[in-house]
């Protein structure tokens, strides 16, 4: 499938307090949070034109900002506003919404608290992220060499754009060996998540899924707890080791980008069981189209 480049298409972005057409939505190569990453941002997905969860994901966006010391020069309704704006502009009835907060180009050092805090938004029509082909099948996922770092060597509560370069090396590799995704260990050694969603397991009909305690606690995560607990499934919150795949039947990955996808197989072990997957799937759906 032919993508379009990202910064040669139609419409417009809001950009630091307007809507500008999309191919002039830029910034300086000399800008902080290109090089020393000091840059937040949210993904979040538009269902039948409406946008999925946007008072949690604009209120994670703030809390990022917040955790990289840049303040957000609106308020928060000001972003909510702005938000359902673009969607309208743009026309999206089942798509991707896609904030980003970054610090500017007034300064180029290390310390660089007077630089100015900016914010876009842009939203594009986007299905699915994996082909339908794959999501009948699973995604088969590598185990990375890169380990999720603890909170005290980085702000692993904040969607941090510098937390996401080990995600695209571990992805990078995962596909190049053949896989689609690449499941990451934290650490300490316990299973954390995949490179941009969270993971859970399925093991006599209960869920299990990583503490979410050096990691994000993904909204489409929250979103199935509460599926489960609805449904009164059993929901295992703890850390366990690669070893515990060996006792399961079925895994899956949950984020905004991915819903909730199938994984076949983890390396060696294989999953082939989807009856739980399944009823989650069919019920996250009604939750995002009601
Ligand atoms: C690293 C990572 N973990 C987990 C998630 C899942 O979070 P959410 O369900 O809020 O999209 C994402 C996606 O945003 C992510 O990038």
New binding site residues.
Partial sequence: MQILPFDNRDGVIWLNGKFVEWRHANVHVLNHGLHYASCVF????IYNGKIF?LD??TE?LFKSAKILDLDIPYNYQEVVDISKQIILKQNISDGYLRPVVWRGSEMMAISAKKGSTNLAIAAWEWPSYFSPKKLLEGIKLNVSKWLRPSPESAPTDS?AAG??MI?SLSKHEAEKLGFDDALMLDYRGYVA??????IFFVKENELFTPLADC?????????VIEIAQENNIKVHERHFELDFLKTCDEVFL?????EITPVSSIKQFNFEERKLTKFLISEFKKKVTS
């Fill in positions: 949210e993904g979040l997905r969860k949690e994901h994670r969607k937390l996401y995600c998540e995949a490179t941009g969603a969270n990691f994000l606690n993904g909204i489409t995560r929250q979103t949950t984020g905004t980008a991915v």
